[in-house]
């Protein structure tokens, strides 16, 4: 880095002022050229060492001396044709962005933001698809998401949200085998769940589902002086936590979560009172591979 700042002083920094000389036409075609290949040698460099320069400056210095460049050719054999070269240099300044940081959108916006010209907005669009494209053809992640990873941090992405919906709860569903009448009295279905790997249980009526009950609401209640009652009457209101089959397992998890229960009941959609299964936290642990790791353990 420091043979290439003896070289071309013009690479060390962020650059802003001689990207500043680019747009406004005031750099010769050698220098940007020049600038160009060593800017990018020490981009590289400094990544490769592990000393980051930054992604967001760099590119839009080397952006903005490629299309200076190309802007001079263009200009210097088409003059009657062809913007100034600085018009060259905005555009190749967001085209290069774009296809670095992958965000041709937030390209646009950032260089109408700083032109207010709304005559350069087309070609840029089309020269940010160009570059997307190619970039994500030779690269399928972006620069960012690739230096997450060397640093450790795993990022949710595109394939991670299509994974999440394709696991969906009827795959995973297992028979409500352990339900609880709405007429027991409370000792009596603590009685019948004392040895339930579960915490709480569906309270069905008349085939019908009631709500969920759980073990320290049916403890709270006899502890109270309620043991009379039937489990029915502290079973839940009308909106008891539930899933349906079609939706995603993660969505599962939410709910559990919030409600603080360790399994779901699976109704159907047309009737939220008919019960076509539950699905348990260990499940769709197991689903995502913890729970068979955790069992070897």
């Known amino acids: ?43 590289v460099i400094g990544y490769a060492s592990g000393n980051a320069g930054g992604i967001f400056g760099p590119s839009l210095f080397i952006g903005a001396m490629l299309g200076g460049c190309v802007g001079t050719l263009a200009h210097r054999f088409l003059p009657a044709y062809t913007a100034t070269a600085g018009a060259y240099a905005l555009v190749g300044m967001g085209t290069a962005f774009a296809g670095i940081v992958r965000a041709p959108m937030t390209s646009v916006i950032m260089i109408f933001e700083t032109t207010r010209d709304y005559a350069v907005i087309v070609p840029l669009m089309i020269s940010n698809l160009l570059s997307f494209l190619v970039s994500r053809k030779l690269q399928r992640q972006p620069i960012y998401e690739v230096l997450a990873l060397q640093d450790g941090i795993h990022l949710p992405g595109r394939e991670t949200e299509v994974r999440l919906r394709e696991r969906r709860v009827a795959q995973f569903m297992r028979p409500a085998t352990e339900t609880l009448s709405a007429q027991l009295s409370l000792p009596d279905a603590l009685q019948q769940v004392s040895q339930s790997p579960f915490h709480c249980w569906p309270v069905m009526e008349d085939g019908e589902l009631l709500g969920v009950v759980l073990r320290s609401g049916l403890e709270r209640a006899v502890a109270e002086g ?16 539930h899933i ?29 009172r ?18 068979s790791l955790s069992q070897k353990e």
């Open 226 to 241: 309620s043991g009379t009652r039937p489990i029915g009457q502290i079973a839940g209101s009308f909106q008891f936590a």
């Open 274 to 291: 008919l019960l076509e299964g539950i699905i348990t936290r260990q499940d769709i642990l197991d689903a995502y591979g913890i729970g």
């Open 244 to 272: 349906h089959k079609d939706q995603p397992i993660h969505v599962a998890l939410e709910r559990m979560g919030a409600a603080g229960l360790d399994l779901l009941p699976v109704v159907s959609r047309a009737n939220t």
């Open 1 to 43: 880095m420091g043979l290439l700042a003896l070289l071309v002083p013009q690479v060390l920094g962020v650059g802003y002022g001689y990207v500043g000389d680019a747009l406004n036409g005031k750099m010769v075609l050698e220098l940007m050229a020049v600038l160009v290949v060593f800017k990018t040698l020490a981009v």
